[in-house]
């Protein structure tokens, strides 16, 4: 470990002076050094559809190697299909797994090491499923399924990356920090009805980033949240929810009325705060749970 002497304002001639690790520190890099990802590798679970697809595209729009799953292989396909065709996307890999099962998400890491030749910088924990059912219809099935699919993934697929992480950074010639970025919900910070099981998911993914952040910055990985608000996708057919289109139609109304932009998010506009994350040029940011959500978490 190198350090740096620095002399604050307050410090005399005779005060010691404070020591800070220079390792872990992006000075001297250029502006071009601290906005890139290029040669990095990432595994970005749920990449098939929605938020994931798009924190895809982004990431290996900035050149790094992907590697993405999801639990529909033919979804995979038509994506890795049309990736094909597309530059940088080309070197997109897959894999099908479902988050929720312990094995799955022990291949997943092997597969993902495989593919991406034994290194991994960047893991985006985004896969997640939601359930509208009040506590007191929620089974203990249920409860179970949406616990191991949105939080028990997130932490058990930190884990079982923290070696390749630890080693990324560690090999880094810049002394870039590994990443780790969370994708909860504003629904771990505000409450909806019927979202209780959802909802607490998410809370418990942003303390757990609070945790890591903490437990694994000795190891030079950080670890950030995003949390969005309503965004353009289709996760309620994705979960599998039936909802009555006259009712979706008000509660999105209900949504945007509470929104102070006023109209709902787009992916993208999830993915490009993922890939600011993931840049050197976060590199002071470690902890934090970031809601993309047009203001609805700040407003009366
Ligand atoms: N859309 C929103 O308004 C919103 C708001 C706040 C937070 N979020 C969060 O953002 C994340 C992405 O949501 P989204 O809206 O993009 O959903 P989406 O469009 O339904 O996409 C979800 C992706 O995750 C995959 N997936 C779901 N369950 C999985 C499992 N058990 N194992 C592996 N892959 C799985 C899906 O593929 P398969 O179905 O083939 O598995 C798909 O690729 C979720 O964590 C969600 O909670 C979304």
């Known amino acids: 470990m190198r350090y740096i002497a620095v ?9 010691p002076y404070i020591l800070l690790h220079s390792d872990m520190a992006a000075s001297g890099r250029s502006r071009e050094q ?10 970005v679970t749920g990449g098939s559809k929605g938020i994931g ?12 190697r992907v590697h993405t799953c999801a639990r529909s ?5 038509e994506c890795l299909r049309r ?4 530059g940088r996307l080309a070197r997109v890999t897959a894999s099908a797994c479902d988050v929720a099962v312990r094995g799955d998400r022990e291949r997943l890491v092997a597969a993902a090491a495989e593919e991406l030749g034994g290194r991994l910088d960047i893991l985006v924990n985004n896969a997640g499923q939601t359930m509208f ?6 089974t203990a099935e249920d409860y179970a399924r949406i616990m191991a699919t949105n939080l028990e993934s997130c932490f058990h697929l930190s884990q079982l990356a923290h070696p ?34 959802y909802s607490a998911t998410k809370g418990g993914m942003n303390q757990l980033t609070r945790s890591l952040a903490v437990e694994w910055a000795k190891d030079n990985v950080r670890v950030n949240c995003v949390a969005p608000g309503g965004i353009r996708t ?31 998010g787009e992916p993208e506009e999830i993915a490009s705060l993922v890939a600011f994350l993931c840049m050197p040029a976060a590199s002071y940011i470690t902890g934090q749970v970031i809601c993309a959500d047009g203001g609805r978490t700040v407003a009366a």
């Open 83 to 86: 990736w094909g065709a597309d």
């Open 164 to 197: 390749l992480l630890l080693a990324a950074a560690a090999a880094s010639p810049g002394g870039d920090a590994s990443a780790v970025v969370n994708v909860s919900s504003i629904g771990g910070f505000v409450s909806y009805p019927a979202l209780s099981v």
């Open 234 to 264: 289709d996760i309620a057919r994705s979960s599998g929810l039936k909802l009555d289109p006259e009712v979706a139609r008000k509660m999105g109304e209900a949504e945007m009325a509470r929104t102070p932009m006023r109209r709902i």
């Open 73 to 77: 292989d033919a979804d995979l396909q």
């Open 34 to 43: 601290r906005w890139s990802l290029a040669g990095k590798t990432a595994l």
């Open 133 to 138: 059912r009040a506590a007191t219809e929620t």
């Open 7 to 15: 002399r604050t304002a307050t410090t005399t001639a005779n005060d």
């Open 53 to 64: 697809r798009a924190i895809v595209e982004e990431l290996a729009g900035f050149g790094v």
